[in-house]
């Protein structure tokens, strides 16, 4: 469900009663939903299966082109959709150098 988010990381924390994680993503939003209700939805889910309070933090990557873990997620899904691989790596290449990535 959180494929299309552009999640770089998850952090998971636990203490006796409470789970605290940790989403960053490129898209917060589509994590969120209208008014929270994807996030309210997500939090029960958890909460059912772990038995424990939780807690979901939210943080959005301002430069997306930055984050390598989002950009090999881009990559692999252009190369998925039946895009030339040199031709999609050179588009990320190129994107992420216009963000002023040094090498």
Known sequence: RLAKASVSRIVI???LKLVTITICTAR?????????QEVDKLKEELKK??????QINIFE????ELDAVIV?????????GKIAYRR??????????????EG
């Open 28 to 36: 917060p939003g589509i994590i969120i939903g209208k008014g929270g």
């Open 49 to 54: 299966i772990t038995d424990k309070d939780v």
């Open 61 to 64: 990557i301002k430069k997306p």
């Open 88 to 101: 999609a790596i050179k588009m990320a290449i190129a994107a992420t150098m216009r963000m002023g990535a």
């Open 72 to 80: 090999a997620n881009n990559v692999a899904r252009q190369i998925e």
């Open 13 to 15: 924390e636990r203490t």
